[in-house]
């Protein structure tokens, strides 16, 4: 059934959040691999190309068209790439091209996560081909199975090749016409590429009600909700400009810059208490900011002496971030900035006596919440190569937080401030 099966997953990934190698959660009734069922929202978004389309795992590929060469029957990037070579560069640095991550695989080695069915469901989103999955859901071993592609994680076919039939987008227009025989049998133009729905099978659960009323992974739904949405502009249009693959998002600096503002307003440098306030506003993310439960962004300000050190007790912060409690399925808070709106962090501090300067700061985390799953993971885990994969996870979580923006302003002289 459709709805459990997408509440299987919702939990799932909830129960991985929460208590990573199983234990408490939910009971996971179905796997991503049913299809079926009408009439629900999945469907109803997707519509029925999509919904047919995005049977996850995606079926076995079968036997090739006679004539395929090898080059045409390959289901690896780097064959596509020959023949594709940009859509390959861009996909090769993209977030899809690592999915089958370390902090992934190495949940998928022991325990709960390990069994068939669960594995199945986990890789679904991240190593999204049959020929991906070692093993089918009774347990038996996938004949397809190819262990080379297993770690290459949402591959080029994922999204353009089915039963060995290549899908795409309507050709740019403007372009010379194509020849009469090309190579993979030519392919099938269909719009629905161009839309977010396209996107919405690993963004958005559908059919649950989630937490205080909103699903874990509600991105298109958020989307749909958004100015974005309503001027016609897609996923693609923001994540894919110009059809490039890709995919930029809360990891990247540039990618933030492009959808947010950060600005210093009513400051009152020469008043004691000191007053600042520091904005972020969500000028044109198409969703929440950030979307994810995952990130935490970070909006602080605080002072600082001569040497530009911070001063003890200076310090204010709040935090952007929408934050489960897994276990009791409760919404600890949820102050994510939604499209047009924004978040304000007052500041109203005395000078500290030795303040030459006021620094306010956005600092962006965006494996925030997978960085405690991985630390607790260490200690539960007992496979080294399991330890192995997670240590690495760990240690990039711990690498990926940046500094979006810091502004620096010097106070006026304390003496000259004085004789006011
Ligand atoms: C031997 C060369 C070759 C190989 C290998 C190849 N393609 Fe193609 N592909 C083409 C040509 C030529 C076209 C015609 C349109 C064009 O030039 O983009 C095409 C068209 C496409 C299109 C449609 C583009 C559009 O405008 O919508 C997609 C999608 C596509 N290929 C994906 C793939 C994927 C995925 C793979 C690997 C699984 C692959 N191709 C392997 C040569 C190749
Ligand atoms: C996550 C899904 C996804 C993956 C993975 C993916 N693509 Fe695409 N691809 C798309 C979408 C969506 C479009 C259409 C974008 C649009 O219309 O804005 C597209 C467009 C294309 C086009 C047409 C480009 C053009 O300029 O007209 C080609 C060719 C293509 N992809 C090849 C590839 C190859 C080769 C790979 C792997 C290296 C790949 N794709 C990986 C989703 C994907
Ligand atoms: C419905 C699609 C979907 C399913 C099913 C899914 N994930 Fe994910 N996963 C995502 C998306 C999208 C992200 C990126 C956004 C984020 O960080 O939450 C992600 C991020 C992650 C990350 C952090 C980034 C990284 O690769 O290190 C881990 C770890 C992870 N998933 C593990 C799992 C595990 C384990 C399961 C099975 C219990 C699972 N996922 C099932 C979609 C999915
Ligand atoms: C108007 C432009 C725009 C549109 C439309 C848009 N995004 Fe984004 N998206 C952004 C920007 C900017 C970021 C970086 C800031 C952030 O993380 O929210 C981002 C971030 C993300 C992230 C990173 C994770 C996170 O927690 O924020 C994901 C995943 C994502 N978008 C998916 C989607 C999907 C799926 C859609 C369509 C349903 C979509 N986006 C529509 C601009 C857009
Ligand atoms: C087969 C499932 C799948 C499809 C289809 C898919 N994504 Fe993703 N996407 C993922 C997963 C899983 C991740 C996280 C990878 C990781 O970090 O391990 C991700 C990551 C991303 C990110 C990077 C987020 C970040 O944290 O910076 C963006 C942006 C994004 N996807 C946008 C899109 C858009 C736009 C589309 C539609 C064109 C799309 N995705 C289609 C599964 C998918």
Redesign the pocket.
């Known amino acids: 059934m459709l709805c459990l099966l997408v509440i299987g997953c919702a939990s799932e990934l909830a129960e991985e959040v929460a208590t990573p190698m199983g234990g408490a959660g939910q009971e996971v009734v179905a796997s991503r691999d049913e299809a079926g069922g009408v009439g629900n929202a999945r469907e109803e978004v997707l519509g029925a190309f999509l919904s047919a389309y995005w049977r996850?795992p995606v079926p076995a590929q079968g036997a090739a068209p006679e004539g395929f060469s090898a080059a045409e029957r390959s289901l690896h990037p780097r064959e596509c790439g020959a023949c594709h070579p940009e859509q390959h560069r861009q996909w090769q640095g993209s977030?899809?091209a690592?999915?089958y991550?370390p902090?992934?695989a190495g949940q998928l080695v022991e325990g709960r996560l390990s069994e068939a069915a669960r594995l199945r469901s986990c890789q679904s989103?991240?190593a999204?081909l049959a020929e991906q999955q070692p093993e089918r859901e009774s347990g038996e071993a996938e004949p397809a199975y190819d262990a080379a592609l297993r770690g290459q994680g949402?591959v080029c076919a994922?999204?353009h090749v089915r039963a060995h039939r290549h899908f795409g987008p309507p050709r740019r227009p403007g372009l010379p016409p194509l020849a009469e025989a090309l190579p993979h049998g030519g392919f099938e133009a269909r719009t629905e590429f161009e839309e977010s729905r396209?996107?919405a099978?690993?963004?958005q659960f559908f059919d649950d009600e989630g937490v205080a009323g909103k699903p874990v992974q509600n991105t298109w739904a958020e989307w749909r909700a958004s100015p974005a949405a309503a001027a016609g502009r897609s996923?693609?249009s923001c994540?894919?400009p110009d059809r490039a693959h890709t995919?930029?998002?809360?990891?990247?600096p540039e990618m933030v810059r492009a959808g947010v503002d950060v600005e210093w307003v009513s400051i009152d440098l020469a008043a004691d208490p000191l007053r600042a306030a520091l904005v972020l506003s969500n000028r044109d993310v198409g969703h929440a900011f950030p979307t994810y439960v995952t990130p935490r962004v970070f909006l602080e300000i605080w002072q600082v002496g001569a040497a530009g050190r911070e001063l003890d007790g200076t310090h204010s912060r709040v935090t952007i971030g929408r934050e489960i409690d897994f276990g009791a399925w409760q919404e600890r808070f949820d102050t994510r900035v939604l499209p047009g709106e924004s978040m304000r962090l007052d500041y109203e501090q005395a000078r500290h006596p030795l303040a030459r300067g006021i620094v306010g700061r956005v600092r962006i985390d965006?494996a925030y919440h997978y960085r405690s799953v991985f630390a607790s993971l260490l200690e539960s885990l007992e496979s080294k190569e399991a330890l192995g994969l997670i240590a690495e996870a760990l240690e990039r979580a711990d690498a990926a937080p940046y500094v979006l923006t810091e502004i620096r302003r010097d106070l006026p002289d304390r003496r000259a401030g004085a004789g006011r």
């Open positions: 996850v977030l899809h690592g999915a991550s902090g992934l989103c991240h999204p949402i994922s999204c396209f996107c099978e690993c963004h996923c693609q994540h894919m995919w930029r998002g809360i990891h990247d965006p």
